[in-house]
């Protein structure tokens, strides 16, 4: 499996200066985790259609981008799809256009739920059940993490953030994890959302750093992208199917 894919001939423009040092802006980093629409005043004209290309994405990533961007629920940032059960991530820019797919390591244990308070417990006292990667819709934010590493926040206050894939414990294998073509052994973080480093940074930075940024929907597993988010298939649109895959919480 290659480590990332993005469709050829589009040239990604100069990156827009950031200047977040240490934790996000105010309002970003942070999610509903219901999918909650944003103000009539944010939003962007409805009707954007999501193109895949030639890439074949799971029936609810196709449903929550499109929805995200016909409705203009992405108020016109980059569209961020985490799907789960497949261990891969789909980022659109806000005209409907992917600009790459990758898979990613994710949580431990399974569960879409975030034990409360866990963003301020050190990782020794986070026991393997409590290692989720959270549900929901979060607004994404560049900056850097208390072991001073440039990370994308996914939800500040659990601390689980889109980073570089970790590889200083050579015996969790994690670009071997990446590499293989199951998402079956993609469990081995503490909730982050790990990348392979060149999709995080010539994808993933670029769709946060530039124009409105980021919003980030992370699927769930022990439900349907329609009970999460409200989300539903946009005209023109095969529907997703309406079963969820339990998961052990």
């Known amino acids: 499996m290659p480590a990332f894919r993005s469709p050829p001939g589009r040239a990604w423009l100069g990156l827009a200066l950031f200047l977040t040092l240490?934790?996000?802006e105010a309002g970003a980093g942070t999610g509903t985790g219901t999918g909650t629409a944003p103000p009539a005043a944010a939003r962007v004209p409805a009707g954007v259609q999501a193109d895949f290309g030639r890439e074949q994405p799971p029936p609810e990533v196709r449903?929550?981008?499109?929805?995200s961007l016909h409705t203009g629920d992405n108020a016109g940032r980059s569209v961020v799809v985490v799907d789960k059960k497949q261990a891969r991530a789909w980022i659109l820019d806000?005209?409907?256009?992917?600009r790459?797919?990758?898979p990613v390591l994710l949580g431990l244990?399974?569960?879409d739920h975030t034990v409360p308070g866990i963003g301020d417990r050190p990782l020794s006292q986070i026991r393997p059940d409590e290692r989720t990667t959270p549900a929901g819709r979060f607004i994404a934010a560049h900056g850097v993490n208390a072991s001073g590493e440039d990370v994308v926040w996914v939800d500040y206050d659990s601390a689980v953030s889109m980073h570089r894939v970790r590889t200083a414990v050579k015996a969790?294998?994690?670009?071997?994890?990446?590499?293989t073509a199951t998402p079956d052994d993609n469990?081995?973080?503490?909730g982050c959302i790990n990348l392979p480093r060149r999709f995080y940074e010539q994808v993933l930075l670029p769709a946060v750093r530039g124009g409105r940024g980021a919003v980030v929907y992370v699927l769930p597993e022990t439900r349907t992208a329609q009970q999460q988010f409200g989300s539903f298939d946009p005209p023109g649109r095969a529907p997703a199917p309406a079963t969820a895959q339990a998961?052990?919480?």
Do not use: F, H, K, N
């Not at 469990?187 to 503490?190: A, G, V, W």
């Open 109 to 111: 244990a399974r569960g």
């Open 22 to 24: 240490t934790g996000p």
């Open 100 to 102: 790459g797919t990758a």
């Open 247 to 249: 998961g052990a919480v």
């Open 63 to 67: 449903q929550v981008a499109g929805w």
């Open 94 to 98: 806000p005209a409907g256009q992917l």
């Open 172 to 179: 969790e294998r994690r670009l071997q994890r990446l590499a």
């Open 187 to 190: 469990r081995i973080s503490y």
